[in-house]
């Protein structure tokens, strides 16, 4: 492989769709599945079921190349991992990819994320979810699952991007760093591929009619106990590329492809629902963002993104 391209962050921030627009080009091979997460650190919580770099994986055997030169990984939370940081700055063919989104909005579609999309914790409001992150204890008592504990404790701090692109750019240099938006993604997405491609030095012809897909957007449920018990019947579910547009099928558990996304195309029609926020979340927001007034400015300062 000529180059190895990592989108190494941030989590909600467009990541998934990014890897599907990508991994459609003719001069790029995706990873199977999209988050290998093969080079998380040896001690994190967060462990995917199969072999890593540090017990004996082999990152070639995630990918099927042909005559791509670009080999395509996304693990969106690699940026906060020294196994991933040591990898890219002792490999001279490493490019990487950070996905930014205004810091509050992120924060709240994480919420959404695990409270509505993966059920993955027991709480009911986005204050609740606030004062849970911030505390290991009401952490490890709403939380479903253990791995999810070190995502969660990390969701605010992942808003202060500043210092994370200020440490890869440091040691990568400028030309190995892509810094991209989720809002530059949904108002102008061909701009943005173009960019890339010119970055990564291949054709962006590809992208002048392309459909433009939005994959792993989070939601709400009008019912969430059925939702529930249907993400506790799929269990695990890699994030496949062939199947990332319909990833988190509460199907996941029948065998017939074709049945999944059916069954989930119907279940979806009455379950999601367009999220609301209350006049509360607005306002807890509001405070949010002036958390991050001063991560903001260092963006601001630093890479001409505005916040």
């Keep these: 492989m000529d180059t190895v391209l990592l989108i190494v962050g941030f989590p909600k921030c467009g990541t998934s769709s990014l890897y599907y627009w990508l991994s459609d080009h003719p001069d790029i091979c995706a990873s199977n599945p999209k988050e290998t997460f093969f080079f998380i650190d040896k001690e994190c919580e967060f462990q995917p079921p199969w072999k890593t770099f540090h017990n004996g994986g082999n990152f070639d055997t995630f990918f ?12 969106p939370f690699h940026f906060d991992q020294n196994t991933c940081f040591d990898y890219a700055v002792s490999n001279q063919n490493v490019k990487v990819i950070f996905m930014l989104r205004t810091p509050e909005l992120r924060l709240y579609s994480c919420y959404l994320f695990f409270t509505q999309v993966i059920q993955g914790i027991n709480i009911e409001s986005f204050s609740e979810y606030i004062e849970m992150v911030n505390s290991k204890d009401k952490l490890r008592r709403s939380s479903r699952e253990k791995r999810f504990d070190y995502i969660l404790h990390h969701s ?131 405070e949010v963002k002036d958390m991050y007034e001063m991560d903001n400015l260092a963006l601001l300062n630093g890479y001409d993104i505005k916040y």
């Design 156 to 286: 605010i701090e992942w808003g202060r991007y500043a210092k994370y692109l200020d440490k890869w750019k440091s040691a990568l240099g400028e030309k190995n760093i892509f810094v991209g938006t989720m809002e530059e993604m949904e108002i102008r997405p061909l701009e943005l591929m173009r960019k890339l491609c010119s970055w990564l030095d291949v054709s962006s012809k590809y992208y002048d009619d392309y459909n433009f897909k939005v994959i792993n957007k989070s939601y709400s449920v009008r019912f969430p106990d059925i939702h529930k018990r249907l993400r506790e019947m799929a269990g695990f579910n890699p994030m496949c590329r062939d199947e990332l547009d319909t990833y988190l099928n509460s199907f996941y558990f029948l065998r017939s492809k074709g049945v999944r996304q059916f069954t989930n195309y119907l279940y979806s029609m009455f379950q999601i629902k367009k999220n609301q926020m209350t006049l509360g979340d607005r306002r807890l927001l509001a």
């Design 64 to 75: 099927k190349i042909e005559d791509e030169r670009i080999c395509l990984e996304a693990s």
